[in-house]
C-alpha cells in the first residue's frame, strides 16, 4: 500500500446534520476538508449504519448535495483488501470521522480512568 491516507467518515451527525432516515444540511466545512484530503490522492469511506434504502439516500445525498464520491461504502478500500488478504467487518483506515467517536486517552480522563 502506498503512503496515502484512509479516511473512513459516518453520515448522520458527521457528515450531514440529520436525523434518521432524513438527510438534512451539510455540514460544510467537514465537506470541504474531505474533498482537499481526496483531492490530495487519499482515498474516503462513507462509513454509517445505515442500509438498504436509507444508505441509497445518504449516497444520493452525498453525490447531489456534497458532490462527493467515497472509494468505498460500508467496506474496505479494495488495497486493504488485497494487502491483509481478506475484508473483515471492520474499516481499516487511518482517521476515523464520527459525532460518535471518542479519543481512549480522553475518555479515561473524563471519566477518571
Not at 75 to 84: A, C, G, K, R
Request: charged letters at 25%.
Amino acid at each position: 500500500m502506498d503512503n496515502k491516507r484512509i479516511i473512513a467518515v459516518d453520515f448522520d451527525g458527521t457528515l450531514c446534520f440529520s436525523i434518521w432516515p432524513d438527510v438534512g444540511e451539510p455540514n460544510y466545512p467537514l465537506i470541504n476538508y474531505l474533498k482537499g484530503e481526496q483531492k490530495a490522492g487519499n482515498r474516503l469511506i462513507l462509513w454509517t449504519c445505515r442500509s438498504g434504502a436509507a444508505l441509497d439516500k445518504a449516497v444520493s445525498w452525498c453525490r447531489e448535495v456534497a458532490n462527493l464520491e467515497f472509494d468505498a461504502v460500508n467496506d474496505n478500500v479494495p488495497e486493504v483488501i488485497e494487502h491483509y488478504g481478506n475484508n473483515s467487518r471492520k474499516i481499516s483506515c487511518d482517521i476515523y470521522i464520527d459525532d460518535k467517536a471518542c479519543v481512549p486517552e480522553a475518555f479515561c480522563t473524563a471519566f477518571g480512568k
